[in-house]
């Protein structure tokens, strides 16, 4: 594998594996702040929270509920919809073989634009990173906001804290819509293959193997047949 893929290209698709954790991290902590650190989410196991769609869910009734602003809820599902889309291309990276990799199978260029860098490539999976690192500042400052907010939803009107925890909110929500912001200057994400696509390269290559297989071994019945015949 080492011969086949450049050092570059195993030392991205390892920084992708390592950003994508700290990004379900940031998700966990989106988590907590919205069920409060008081629960577990081990101990809701039917509620579906160790899955994405479940998290995500989760999370959107819970901001929904704790007073934020509209603009910062959209944001906050635009966001956790990106993260579905990131949680995809990196199951794709994870379940890619040898030959996804080196390009020796080929994705149809039409199904990917004529003009986008190949697949898995260093390049692409660098962009990958940048976008997974921003997308983590900007869903961990979306913690601290949510928290923020459902701090203050429970103070009394009366409370001597409450123009302290307002001010701490509106600072969250500048510094979240901030990353937000940033992390839409970046470049456009290459394309990435779904599972689907790279399983269907995979019955390709073994159409092809097969094929292979059954051409040498008409050729090499032939040229047996040809000696017996000659004898």
Known sequence: ??????????????????????????????????????????????????????????????????????????QIKLALKVFAEFTNYRDAINHARVMNLTGRVRLDPKLRGENSAAPFSDGSLNIFYDHLIALEKELSSAAMLIKAASTLKSLTSDDKNKALYEEGKRVCSFQFRGYGTRRQTLPPIPYFPSELELREVKKAWQQAQEAELSAWLSVGSGHRASIKAGQ
């Open 1 to 74: 594998m080492k011969q086949e893929l450049t050092i570059h290209q195993l030392a991205a698709i390892g920084a992708v594996a390592l950003a994508y954790n700290e990004l379900e991290l940031a998700i966990d902590a989106m988590l907590l702040a919205v069920i409060g650190s008081h629960q577990s989410t081990d101990s809701e196991p039917s509620t579906g929270l160790h899955n994405t769609e479940g998290r995500i869910a989760t999370i959107t009734r819970g901001v929904a509920l704790i007073g934020l602003k509209l603009d910062d809820q959209e």
